[in-house]
């Protein structure tokens, strides 16, 4: 069965104090790896795709990379506003393009 | 341009009653989804459809139907709304499939808060 797990649930940062989320998943054939965020009361927005172990993807303060077991979200000197739940989410073979989420990990950032 | 757009934002419902949610998307995406966000389970996918005219049940489908009319429209309906359907509704649409390292994300909507007392 795909699965999706993400690790910690909840995370608070002082800001400037990098640390990484974690993203481990099992799945039949890879088409991509996702993260989200997710702002209260808002729909989740798209941040990035992975496709294959090794690859890296950069963006702000934020940097994801892939292994075939799991993906890791880095955050380097992150900002209040970066606080939000960020979702983690697999995309199986197959032709239906449908996402398989993780329960998502909030993460607060402290000024 | 407005992306993804659900209605209504909020609703209350008794038990027994029956209501459709709307979903609009205005980038000429093929596929849709509705998903189901409640504490602690994370997002679920109810239903989805790949074209118009098609629909296929995703992880949690019971107690909800959906129809795809028109390719810009994905409409969720409960027939007899219950408590456990109390979560916020989310639908979201995505170009499609394309090369297998080269796929299209899915775009959400702000969703939809239900609560069925």
């Known amino acids: 069965e795909d699965q999706v797990t993400q690790s910690p649930e909840a995370l608070r940062l002082q800001e400037g104090e990098s640390s990484s989320l974690n993203c481990s998943y099992t799945?039949?054939?890879?088409?991509?790896l996702f993260w989200y965020r997710q702002d209260p009361g808002k729909g989740p927005e798209f941040l990035f795709t992975?496709?294959?172990a090794g690859e890296e993807k950069e963006k702000e303060r934020l940097k994801a990379t892939l292994t075939k077991k799991e993906s890791f979200l880095h955050i380097t000197a992150p900002k209040p506003e970066d606080s939000a739940t960020y979702l983690c989410?697999?995309?199986?073979?197959?032709?239906?393009?449908?996402?398989?989420f993780g329960q998502g990990t909030t993460l607060q950032v402290k000024p | 341009n407005a992306g993804v757009t659900q209605t209504p934002k909020f609703r209350v419902l008794k038990t027994g009653q029956s209501m459709t949610l709307l979903c609009a998307q205005d980038?000429?995406?093929?596929?849709m989804y509705w998903y189901r966000q409640d504490p602690g389970m994370g997002l679920r996918l109810i239903h989805y459809?790949?074209?118009?005219?098609?629909?296929a049940k995703g992880e949690v489908p019971d107690g909800y139907n959906v129809s795809r009319l028109k390719k810009q429209n994905f409409l969720l309906g409960l027939e007899s709304a219950a408590p456990s359907q109390t979560s916020v509704y989310f639908c979201?649409?995505?170009?499609?499939?394309?090369?297998?390292?080269?796929?299209?994300?899915?775009?959400f909507g702000n969703g939809t808060r239900l609560t069925v007392t």
């Open positions: 979201a649409s995505s170009k499609g499939l394309g090369r297998v390292d080269h796929n299209s994300p899915l775009h």
């Open positions: 799945v039949s054939g890879l088409r991509g």
């Open positions: 980038m000429n995406h093929e596929y």
């Open positions: 989410a697999v995309q199986a073979a197959g032709n239906t393009g449908k996402l398989i």
């Open positions: 459809s790949v074209g118009e005219g098609t629909t």
């Open positions: 992975l496709y294959s």
